[in-house]
């Protein structure tokens, strides 16, 4: 099993351009989040699913956007990147809520 | 608002001194309280769950303990390569019938040879 799978790892992008971030998750867990980390903040939630066709926001979900089409994919689109969007995003599944949550190696995404 | 506060920020130990990190936490509804170990540049690693005060699990050198408000994570005799940020995070009821993680800042251990 791939676990949770992230692409890309690294992403630099200009300011305006808009970009969508991959999350994959192999385990058929129904809940699926995104989170941010920036230094100081810790992991910050952005939006979450609890299941295919369910989304809702989490506590930092402006200029993000998100759809769950499948069980297995949980995309998050940033339609107009800002420099304030400089982060290390991390996806993560759970089978059940309340029980652990698996995380993807993250993505690095710098906004100039 | 649900809250998660970690100490102390880091941590520096000398290989085979033994001490305890902690994690205090106010929620509504605790569903939860998890731990993890992050090594720099990857994905938070999950080391365990607790769900009801005075549990407690081990692995290796680690153990983690919870009461009515705070969490324990106690690391016996460690060694360099256990030097990482561990995070705490609880999963709590948030609004509907829904349920959020909300995490603390880490703990940024190191252990020195």
């Known amino acids: 099993n791939a676990g949770v799978t992230q692409t890309p790892k690294f992403q630099v992008l200009k300011t305006g351009q808009s970009m969508t971030l991959q999350c994959a998750q192999d385990m058929n867990h129904e809940y699926m989040s995104w989170y941010r980390q920036d230094p100081g903040m810790g992991l910050r939630l952005i939006h979450y699913?609890?299941?295919?066709?369910?989304?809702d926001q989490g506590e930092v979900p402006n200029g993000y956007n998100v759809s769950r089409s499948t069980t297995e994919d949980f995309p998050l689109r940033l339609l107009s990147a800002a420099p304030s969007q400089t982060s290390v995003y991390f996806c993560?599944?759970?089978?059940?809520?309340?029980?652990?949550?698996?995380f993807g190696q993250g993505t690095r995404l710098t906004v100039v | 608002e649900d809250q998660v506060t970690q100490s102390p920020e880091a941590l520096r130990l000398q290989e085979g001194e033994s001490s305890s990190l902690n994690c205090s936490y106010t929620v509504s509804g605790l569903r939860g309280l998890f731990w993890y170990r992050q090594d720099p540049g990857k994905g938070p690693e999950f080391l365990f769950t607790?769900?009801?005060a005075g549990e407690e699990k081990e692995k290796e050198r680690l153990k983690a303990t919870l009461t009515k408000k705070e969490s324990f994570l106690h690391i016996t005799a460690p060694k360099p390569e256990d030097s990482a940020t561990y995070l705490c995070?609880?999963?709590?009821?948030?609004?509907?019938?829904?349920?959020?993680?909300?995490f603390g800042k880490g703990t940024l251990l190191t252990v020195n040879p």
């Open positions: 993560a599944s759970t089978k059940v809520w309340g029980t652990e949550a698996f």
């Open positions: 607790l769900y009801s």
């Open positions: 699913s609890v299941g295919a066709g369910i989304t």
């Open positions: 995070a609880v999963a709590a009821r948030g609004g509907g019938s829904n349920y959020k993680l909300t």
